[in-house]
């Protein structure tokens, strides 16, 4: 079975393994993953004190990672995130989409240009971040247990987290590695090629953005033809988590990355699909057998969470309701739950 969890101190040789410590195409899509073992050790650690509400407040504020764990082996296959706060302290910077609209009466002449404006709008949203998952297991259930279970996570936690939710999805980057927007914007002000400067911001903030880029308005046609055709356009690998994301009710917005150019989603919390479709229910009974799950008293195949904070499960599995109202399920759920009958959980469709 396939079970989301929050990251533990003893995962974070595999955690490295999925970030990347080399070149890899896993790694340029998880860009706010550490690639180095303290870094990724504290992030870990500041997720455990973020899950037993022991952070200190506006300073650092929680900061959730999971992972996906095959349960047969033990093995992990992927990440996600979430910062109950953009920036975690600091501006969240982000390049704000305009246009202006340049006129003359006397010439009879006007035309309209877009501008790109350093903003931190974002600022202090809700974050999904830090998805990274192997490829074997792209487009898969697996897949999409692991976006959909920080929903899950966050409509059981809801105070937790802001009114509005947004997400960074990874701009275009080139075979050879060459990114567009950065290649025509940012390298003209920061001595580092796009990887180095996009893991300086995953690491440690992006406030270094606004000591080092130029706080002036950029026009968009003083870029180069393929970086103007990069703005908002998402990396090809990264187009099924844009779709299930859409899915879910985010829409890219007037925000874009300010390194890669990619898009940025923005969504409602409370209208977040898997949020809005979730129920919690409580368990009851067990289907014992795996003939009695695959057949039609085994129900339909939905995401079932259950636990607070460090508790926190997800998997996927077979679950049936009650004329009760509860919740029947196959005892090796109970089992990778950690729950039994009577305990409480929360179930979304797939």
């Known amino acids: 079975m396939w079970l989301v969890r929050p990251a533990l101190p003893s995962d974070v040789n595999q955690i ?23 870094a990724l050790a504290e992030k870990i650690q500041h997720s455990q ?14 900061r959730m990672l999971f992972v996906l764990e ?25 390049y704000r989409r305009d246009a202006l609209i340049h006129a003359s009466h006397e010439l009879g002449i006007s035309s309209r240009v877009d501008v790109l404006y350093p903003s931190h709008g974002l ?39 802001t009114h509005r939710v947004a997400v960074e999805i990874q701009g275009v980057q080139l075979a050879d590695g060459k990114v567009p927007f950065w290649d025509s914007l940012g390298r ?6 796009f990887d180095t400067a996009d893991q300086h911001s995953g690491l440690l903030s992006k406030t270094f953005i606004a000591e080092l880029m130029p706080p002036n308005p950029v026009y968009v046609t003083l870029l180069s033809e393929s970086a103007q055709a990069a703005l908002g356009q998402p990396h090809e690998l990264t187009v099924s988590n844009l779709e299930l994301l859409q899915r879910e009710g985010f829409q890219a917005g007037c925000y874009l990355d300010i390194f890669d150019g990619g898009p940025v989603l923005e969504a409602r ?19 014992e057998s795996e003939v009695e799950s695959a057949g039609e008293n085994g129900g339909d195949l939905c995401l079932i969470a259950a ?15 009650t004329l009760e109202g509860t919740l029947k399920v196959p005892v090796k759920v109970w089992e990778v739950l950690e729950k039994t009958a009577g305990d409480e959980v929360r179930v979304a469709p797939c």
């Open 70 to 94: 095959d349960t047969a082996t033990g093995r992990i296959h992927g990440t996600a995130g979430i910062d109950a706060r953009a920036g975690n302290g600091q501006p969240f910077y982000n």
């Open 188 to 193: 003209h002000f920061f001595n580092m090629d």
């Open 49 to 62: 004190a973020s899950l037993a509400g022991t952070t200190s407040g506006d300073s650092q504020p929680p």
């Open 307 to 321: 636990g607070e904070g460090a508790g926190f499960r997800c998997t996927l599995a077979k679950a049936a309701g």
């Open 16 to 38: 490295l393994e999925i970030a990347g410590t080399v070149d890899s195409e896993t790694a340029r899509l998880s860009s706010t993953l550490p690639r180095q073992r303290e």
């Open 269 to 287: 919390t409370d209208a977040l699909h898997t949020l809005v479709i979730s129920q919690p229910k409580t368990l009851h009974g067990a289907i």
């Open 123 to 161: 600022t202090d949203h809700t974050l999904l971040c830090s998805f990274s998952i192997t490829p074997e297991l792209r487009n898969t259930d697996a897949f999409e247990l692991l976006s959909r279970a920080r929903i899950l996570f966050m409509a059981g936690h809801r105070d937790w987290f």
